[in-house]
């Protein structure tokens, strides 16, 4: 059983630069896929980014590339993160980190194991 546990977020300004964090635990294999999830309140989930380690491949939503880092810990492989930068208010919302053995990119059904979710809030 993956455990996934987030950290970060909270309420920041317009164009500041957050960073989320993600740790992992239980993992069986060495490779994997990670990614950041984020849902706006009345709005559908969207992909974030994605890395898979297995084929060191990394994926953006639409828009997200531009101010969105995907990123592993060097010394510690089972963390992530996520920087924001320059965050919008748009940018508001929960964002979840999420695990898989292996993945082809954004697509929510692929990851099995979900953290717990943390809000950012921008305010203007």
């Known amino acids: 059983q993956v455990h996934l546990d987030q950290s970060g977020g909270g309420s920041v300004q317009a164009g500041e630069s957050p960073t989320l964090s993600c740790v992992a635990s239980g993992i069986k294999y060495r490779r994997y896929c990670m990614a950041w999830f984020r849902q706006a309140p009345g709005k559908e989930r969207e992909g974030v980014a994605a890395?898979?380690?297995?084929?060191?491949?990394?994926?953006y939503g639409d828009d997200m590339k531009a101010r969105f880092t995907i990123s592993q810990e060097y010394t510690q492989d089972t963390k992530w993160y996520l920087q924001m930068n320059r965050v919008r208010p748009e940018d508001t919302g929960t964002y979840y980190c999420?695990?898989?053995?292996?993945?082809?990119?954004?697509?929510?059904?692929?990851?099995?194991?979900w953290g717990q979710g943390v809000q950012v809030t921008v305010s203007s």
């Open positions: 890395a898979n380690t297995k084929i060191a491949q990394v994926w």
């Open positions: 999420a695990h898989s053995e292996d993945c082809s990119g954004l697509a929510a059904h692929e990851y099995k194991y």
